[in-house]
Structures are given as structure tokens and as C-alpha cells.
């Protein structure tokens, strides 16, 4: 049964770095835009990143210049790297395609940024 499970998050005092880790288990992904989204307390999910099949990039705007995503199609892995994180970037992190499949999300990572 295809299945994303992400790995990574942890707590970082604001201005460290954390790499989210998105295994894709399952065949076709490869060929399917991925993306990170986050889901803050009280706030509704939103995309953070994305990457598609040719390597184009989209990020949301408060993270430009600072988050960067990648993918490895021949270790069915998607990465989030996380530089200059600030509080505001608290929030539980998920992988899905873009547009998200319902089947696909999973528990994510939670991603806190305190000092």
C-alpha cells in the first residue's frame, strides 16, 4: 500500500536548521509534484514547498531564501532543509502530492522553534 511517512522534526532555538525527510513507499510518486505543507495550532494547513517531477520549485513566500526543497526519485525520498528558522515556522510538517490525496497524509513531523 503506497504511503508517505516524514522524518526530521525535532525543537531548534530560532536561527538553527532542521531536514525534513519524506519516504515514499509505493510506486508513481516519481513522477507526481510533491509537496511540504505545515499545519500550524489554530491555523488551517498550507503549502510550504513544492517540487515537481522536472525539479521546478515553488515556496511560499515567508520562506523564500530560506527553506529548500529537493527530491531523490531513485531513493523515493523528498527533502524540506530548513535554514533561519524562526517561530513562526512552528507547526506539524507533512508531505503529499500537490494537488494532496486524502489517502496520503500521514501523522508528520512536528517542527518547534523556541528558545
Known amino acids: 500500500q503506497a504511503q508517505l511517512v516524514e522524518s526530521g522534526g525535532g525543537l531548534v532555538q530560532p536561527g538553527g536548521s532542521l531536514r525534513l525527510s519524506c519516504e515514499a513507499s509505493?510506486?508513481?510518486?516519481?513522477?507526481?509534484?510533491m509537496g511540504w505543507f505545515r499545519q500550524a495550532p489554530g491555523k488551517q494547513r498550507e503549502l510550504v514547498a513544492q517540487?515537481?517531477?522536472?525539479?521546478?520549485?515553488y515556496y511560499l513566500d515567508s520562506v523564500k531564501g530560506r527553506f529548500t526543497i529537493s527530491r531523490d526519485n531513485a531513493k523515493n525520498q523528498v527533502y524540506l532543509q530548513m535554514n533561519n528558522l524562526l517561530p513562526d515556522d512552528t507547526a506539524v510538517y507533512y508531505c503529499?502530492?500537490?494537488?494532496?490525496?486524502?489517502?496520503?497524509w500521514g501523522q508528520g513531523t512536528q517542527v518547534t522553534v523556541s528558545s
Open positions: 509505493g510506486s508513481g510518486f516519481n513522477f507526481l509534484p
Open positions: 503529499n502530492t500537490n494537488p494532496p490525496m486524502p489517502r496520503y
Open positions: 517540487i515537481t517531477s522536472g525539479q521546478n520549485t
